[in-house]
């Protein structure tokens, strides 16, 4: 795991260092703007905007860092060659290419803990106040996180096989198709032949459940979230990353470079 | 009955038979790289159903603490067989073996140094972040780490700009940390793809010494070029692949055939140089004149010379050039490909 976690950390370094993390300040600009703005204009529901809100903008954000990131990781070291000198290294290709899955998580956490440090400082300007509710935002914010894992390790996959360009189509069809699968599994009184209902429920268990991780409305109204819904979700998460990263690892593995 | 002699000859030849079946089923290889029938297809055009050969059939051995040489023109196969060795793409058909073992065990990568050809690394990172991080996939501890890239990046001349972040070094200079990333863990084999491409001749010359030291503490290396002086003056041997296809390998001596084809004589005369018809067909420059005659004519030569009061500054064999034979090749397989095209086949 020595490997994995030097190229982890290298990943991480970039991301810093090409200045990825400066969404954030936009995103701080963002809430602190809300927080005053909603302060004004809003009676009795500030804390509902500013906390779906932000609930929104980490997760758009973290989309888009995980998509185009996440295609980059490997493609990016295939274009400018800079994956030559390290796959001569004594590191296991399946080793890089976990290292730099960590890497962007890793990016993602810390962007996403930064995002909703911002938010929990934008309540506190208009309470001045904790509400025990408050607490159920990180869970939210913990499974969007999840979410952002399984864009990543699709982006990954993708990359691993085709273009930057189409893997970035790919994995946002994915994820547009996950967002609907949960309604794919549940459809009810529609006519349809039998056949194409099997294949419609067999597809939806192929595609990502994006459903699972979803629990803004229920956090936005001060409600909880079940300890078993955010476990389920957690080892939902990791089985389908473990899925797609090793099908991910078997084409790399026999990927010729340029 | 056998002679005490020949018993001994029989026992010799037993023992070394027996030596080379330990070496070759223990895994122990007596040539640090073997390639046999290396072979490498890209497929192109619609659905890729077209096949175009970059490398065929390729059969050769670097011995253990030789300096090889690869040559060859832009496209021959020079580095698309290097790659293959870094296991960077794989082979159609063929097997090689680095240090006696396959070349798809990763684990033998640490024993290898490798320098891509045009290398480009992280550009965010410093010299010496860069140097750092190659280091820990060699399981070297932190204080190895620091010592061994200080070496490293003062071996290559980039001590003093180590803090700079390589998005700012030029071409010379990444070459030059490509190098010391190659050679940072002392490995026994090193390979480099184009080692002196865009570098300076003072770069040149260290990156020539550098290998020169290589070969001095053991080494194995593997370098391709196209400059045949740097090959002439560095290879123990060296390969020539043209087209994919290995035509030639030896000491640059013995592909060249050493046999001199003549000698030359360089001398300076003043005065009466018309009435020596040894002159007749040399050519002038001033007061020099630069004869080539056969090698039985030499002693006469110079006896002839010395009456007449010149000055002999030097006598020289006339040798085919490494380039002469290389460019033959290349020549000859141009040829061969316009034939092949001209008869549609």
Redesign the interface.
Known sequence: M??VQ?VAA?TF??AV??RVLYNLVFFALLMIGAAILVGQISIGIERDVIVSLGLSAISVVGIIIALFLGVALVSKEMD?????????????RWEFLLGKFFGLVMTLTVNTAAMAAGMYIALWSVYRAWQPSDIFILTAVYLILLKLAIIVALALLFSCFTTPFLAILFTAGVYVAGLLAGDLRTVRGVELDPGALRLMRGISYVLPNFENFNVMGAVVHGHGVPGVMVLQATLYAILYIAIVLTGAAMVFA?R??K | MFSGVAGCEHIAAALVDGGRWLFKNMGMSQSAIEIENLSKEYPYGFLSLKKRKSLEDLTMQVEDGEVFGFLGPNGAGKSTTIKLLMRLIFPTAGTARILGKSIDDVSMHGSIGYLPEQPYFYDYLTAHELLDYFARFHGLTASDRAARVAAMLKKVGLDTAKKIQLRKYSKGMLQRIGLAQAILHEPKVVVLDEPMSGLDPLGRREVRDIILELKREGRTVLFSTHVLSDAEMLCDRVGVIVGGKLRGIGTPGELVDMKAQGMEILLELSGAAGNLPLLEGATRTGERYRVQLPETELYAALDALKGAGARILSVTQIKPTLEEYFMNLVEADRAQASAVEVSGK
Do not use: F, G, S
């Open positions: 020595r490997n030097t290298n370094r970039e260092r090409d400018k060659r800079t994956l030559y000198a390290l796959l001569a290294k004594p590191v296991k026999r010729n470079l």
